[in-house]
């Protein structure tokens, strides 16, 4: 072999090999990381709706995976052996603990296993770091809505700390426009990582958050995460149930069942 062809050689070698390399714990993606999986996801989502012969919609709803893998996969595998009619499962934020792209990864290769499509929404944890770059091409825009049985499911970034309080986030604007459906929508549900009474939510866009998901009675919930513990406010007498599921770490979820534009059941499932 000659000089020249074994320089070449090992150049193709060692350039090939760069691109399964990380060069920072930080980085936010390599050539085998999963894009775009809530796209996916709404899409299969979007096949199931298409093909159902009722209108109840059964979801489970949980969030702070956090470091917490096996306690994501008893839960993947209690979903899959104890509810046989549900659509769908919402991962409600801190997929990450240190806004790594790797954990990210991690978590996603164990919601593989779900026979059911699993929808994400941002939290506060996947904002360190570099993880807005690795969540974004993992998984997708922060705001996003969809409709599945003529239920509307509105997920948006609201972690205001991790904008310094900002007045931004979450985004009422984008909020109220998201609020207006036509008669198509039965139910509204809304879908958000920091319930709006704590300390992480931007103080000054409590009252019109809350008051905006007041305004419209198709609104049936506002459903978050983050505090580590089951909780339920109403910040408006008879208005919209605040709820907060616990996390994974503590091997509890949120069931809901949806139909006729009502809430017929929320309960927390302990395993």
């Keep these: ?126 904002l360190v770091a570099n993880s807005l770059n690795a969540y974004r091409h993992m998984f997708g825009e922060l705001n996003f809505s969809f409709v599945y049985k003529n239920v509307k499911f509105i997920c948006q970034d609201d972690n205001g700390r991790e904008y310094h309080f900002n007045g931004e986030v979450p985004d009422l604007d984008w909020l109220a426009k998201e609020l207006q459906t036509d008669n198509s929508v039965s139910a509204i549900v809304n879908i958000a990582h920091i319930p709006p009474s704590s300390g992480d939510f931007d103080r000054n866009l409590q009252q019109p958050y809350e008051n905006l998901l007041n305004s419209n009675p198709k609104v049936v919930a506002s459903l978050h995460s983050h505090e580590n513990r089951q909780n339920v406010e109403y910040p408006t007498p008879n208005g919209v149930p605040f709820i907060t599921s616990n996390a994974v770490t503590n091997r509890e979820f949120l069931y809901v069942e949806i139909a006729k534009g009502k809430m017929l059941k929320y309960e927390t499932i302990i395993y």
């Design 1 to 126: 072999m000659t000089k020249h062809l074994t320089i070449l050689l090992f150049t193709v070698i060692f350039f090939s090999s760069c691109l399964d390399l990380e060069y920072s714990p930080n980085q936010a993606f390599d050539r085998n990381s999963p894009t775009d999986l809530n796209a996916i996801n709404l899409a299969k989502l979007a096949k199931l709706d298409a093909n159902s012969n009722n209108d109840t919609v059964r979801f489970i709803l949980t969030g702070d995976t956090q470091r917490s893998y096996d306690q994501a996969r008893d839960l993947i595998r209690i979903a899959n052996r104890d509810y046989p009619e549900l659509d769908f499962v919402l991962l409600n934020g801190d997929i990450s603990d240190f806004g790594l792209r790797q954990e990210m990864e991690w978590v996603t290769k164990i919601y593989e296993d779900l026979r059911v499509p699993y929808i994400t929404v941002i939290g506060n944890h996947d």
